[in-house]
């Protein structure tokens, strides 16, 4: 028999692989309530567990400007979803699975581009400096010449 996924209540893609995780909100006992963010999982390492961090602005009265902030969760990792470091997930709140986690993942919605900010390349701001460099190199050069030209 082909048991069904459980309905989280949630309009989302249910994940095609099937697991017996206690905990998943789809195949487990887990039901979710509460809050719901999109975040990029920044780092997977732990068994069943994502680190999942997610920009917000915060409103600064004084200056009449946002600030950016970051919200860095624990959030349970079920097996049928698996989601890897860098993946752009959705979660869902639910009741404290331990000490730090009470937010599980529910939908893999792709990979986090580079470009939005969240994380700079190291090794791109070490290609640019060297351009710079180059650049600045080739001017000082131009500068020497002309100098020796006078
Ligand atoms: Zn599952």
Known sequence: MVEKAK??????????????DKKCPFHGDLKVRGRIFVGKVVSALAKNTATVSWERRHYITKYERYERRRTKVHAHNPECISAKKDDLVRIAECRPLSKTKHFVIVEKLGKVEKVEGIEEKPEETAKQKEKKEKKDDKKE??????????
Do not use: D
């Open 7 to 20: 309905n989280t209540g949630l309009v989302l893609k249910e994940p095609a692989a099937r697991c017996n």
């Open 141 to 150: 050069q131009k500068v020497a010449k002309e100098r020796k030209g006078k």
